[in-house]
T-cell receptor
């Protein structure tokens, strides 16, 4: 069983719509959770971090964490073509980061 | 004013050669990492150093040897390169080695072994 799981996609989203990305993790004692955006040929870029249950909003991005269900999600509102990228879910357990395989998002005009 | 930098950006070499990749961070972070991203885009941790001390050493062939001369630098030396070593190698840094910190990535080094 993979320790951090994401749907690989591609997730096709019309411009202006909401993109919803999901991630589950297996280590119950994981302490912090992150979403990274990776454009093709580029390095992962941190876009959201979340540490406690609930929602965290930053601009068009909202991260949601449910530790009981071991579930993290990312919502991208008003999706733009520039949001087309691979989104990586990352989990930090005592300093060891584990990444999901990423979800490719394609925003169509 | 790059936060995490790596050199070289591209590395093309033949099987059997030895090569090094260098990483530097100017964020004042204590912890640095090496990751390998393969053709399927999966990011896998290889090593982590905290204040020059090795703290994570995943199952990696011993042809790979990291070295941290100080907490701002982490280098990766690879001996006897194999075709399967072709990948993008990312350096990353984090404020500390604990569980509550984020990571920042360098631009990556694309290694191609022919």
């Amino acid at each position: 069983q993979k320790e951090v799981e994401q749907n690989s996609g591609p997730l096709s989203v019309p411009e202006g719509a909401i993109a919803s990305l999901n991630c589950t993790y297996s280590d119950r004692v994981s302490q912090s959770f992150f979403w990274y955006r990776q454009y093709s040929g580029k390095s992962p870029e941190l876009i959201m971090s979340i540490y406690s249950n609930g929602d965290k909003e930053d601009g068009r991005f909202t991260a949601q964490l449910n530790k009981a269900s071991q579930y993290v999600s990312l919502l991208i509102r008003d999706s733009q073509p520039s949001d087309s990228a691979t989104y990586l879910c990352a989990v930090n357990s005592w300093g060891k980061f584990q990444f999901g395989a990423g979800t490719q998002v394609v925003v169509t005009p | 004013d790059t936060a995490v930098s790596q050199t070289p950006k591209y590395l093309v070499t033949q099987m059997g050669n030895d090569k090094s990749i260098k990483c530097e961070q100017n964020l004042g972070h204590d912890t640095m990492y090496w990751y390998k991203q393969d053709s399927k885009k999966f990011l896998k941790i290889m090593f982590s150093y905290n204040n020059k001390e090795l703290i994570i050493n995943e199952t990696v062939p011993n042809r790979f040897s990291p070295k941290s001369p100080d907490k701002a630098h982490l280098n990766l030396h690879i001996n006897s390169l194999e075709l399967g070593d072709s990948a993008v190698y990312f350096c990353a840094s984090s404020p500390s080695s604990g569980g509550g910190y984020e990571q920042y990535f360098g631009p990556g080094t694309r290694l191609t072994v022919t």
